[in-house]
């Protein structure tokens, strides 16, 4: 409501690392008033890190907003006959049988008609067709609950990268079409914005595992140092570059197949692409990507949209892992919004 205050907790469990943000906005500006990340050294380990997170930062009970993605994740724009939005909930089973790789029994199925799509025929209407397999998110939901957090929404990490942008935006204000490319550990997400809409998005299956793993075989360091090389290569620069070429490029050829994809389908230009995701702070990556796309392409910075309202602690953390902290606060953004 108009005026008030009102706090929400994004809270990111990604396969590298679990991102906690709380985002409070009253009136037309948003403060970032709580943070924290830890880091998930495996899959078995995952539940105890959450743990820790939420003992830590005191969040045992409170509502929070979570994510699912990867591949049970399937999100398709398809094209159907122009209808209205209750007979389109009533379709929509029928249709998404046809695009989706699983039984429609195993999915939790949602839909909403995309605006300004070119390739529609005049009786046609261009819908965005969400699935998400039962088990993961009702796997997801059993994890947070276990670990003292009481998820009120269960939404898809493409979509919280498109939100993150949205808040920032109403507080900055930016227009055109921008690629968001979250490069996380397993995978990259793309969400394509015009203005406040989004357009496309897509995941692909290359991220920041995939630099470790070069890094480590080439530069024979273990998974504890890999981390530390990323981060502060000091005089094995020239040596990391050369071992993530190869991943580099396979990653902007990707990201550029999606972009020229968009822009062909849409029959509009993608302006500028802003990175974001742990993966996108690797030293270099950035200015590789944007040789590859030939568009301007920079790291996202959220400190330049939110206010920090955080203990000393917090705000360091913040400010070090920010690009990192995007799907988190897209991820409270659902809330913090209304
Ligand atoms: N300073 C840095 N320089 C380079 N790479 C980094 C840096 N910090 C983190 N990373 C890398 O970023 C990745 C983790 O990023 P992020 O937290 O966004 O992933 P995630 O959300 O856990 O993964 P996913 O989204 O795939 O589930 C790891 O591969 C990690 O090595
Ligand atoms: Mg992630």
């Known amino acids: 409501m108009f005026g008030r205050r009102k706090a929400a907790i994004g809270l990111d469990v990604g396969t590298h690392a679990i991102k906690m943000v709380e985002v409070t906005v009253s009136g037309s500006s948003a403060a970032i008033t709580n943070a924290g990340y830890r880091e998930v050294p495996g899959e078995e380990a995952r539940a105890e890190a ?12 409170t509502d929070v907003v979570s994510s699912v993605a990867g591949r049970s994740v ?12 209750s007979e389109l909930q009533n379709a929509i089973r029928f249709e998404a049988d046809k695009y989706i790789p699983f039984s429609i029994d195993e999915v939790v199925l949602d839909c909403q008609p995309v605006e300004g799509a070119e390739s529609v025929g005049p009786d046609e209407m261009k819908v965005l067709l969400v699935a998400v397999k039962r088990r993961l998110i009702e796997d997801h939901v059993t994890l947070l609950r276990s670990c003292g957090v009481n998820p ?13 942008h949205l808040l920032a935006t109403d507080m900055k204000g930016r227009q055109g079409v921008s690629a968001l490319v979250d490069i996380g550990a397993s995978k990259t997400n793309i969400n394509v914005m015009e203005n406040d809409r989004s357009l496309f998005t897509r995941e692909v299956y290359v991220g920041g595992a995939d630099f470790s793993a070069e890094i480590s075989r080439r530069l024979a360091v273990n998974p504890f140092e890999v981390e530390q090389v990323k981060g502060d290569p000091g005089d094995r620069q020239e040596e990391v570059r050369e071992a993530v070429q190869g991943v580099a490029d396979d990653l902007g050829n990707e990201i550029r197949l999606s972009l020229d994809f968009f822009e062909n389908e849409f029959d509009r230009a993608v302006d500028a692409v802003i990175l974001s995701g742990g993966g996108s702070r690797l030293a270099g990556l950035a200015q590789s990507l944007e040789g590859n796309f030939n568009k301007p392409t920079e790291v996202c910075d959220p400190m330049s949209a939110f206010s920090l309202r955080l203990s000393q602690g917090g705000a360091q953390t913040f400010q070090e892992k920010a690009p990192q902290m995007i799907v988190a606060i897209g991820l409270a953004a659902r809330l913090g919004r209304n």
């Open 74 to 85: 399937i999100v398709r724009y398809v094209n159907l006959r122009k209808m209205d939005a």
């Open 152 to 164: 009120v929404i269960i939404d898809v990490d493409g979509f919280a990268l498109g939100n993150a």
């Open 50 to 61: 959450l743990r820790q997170l939420v003992l830590d930062k005191g969040l045992r009970g």
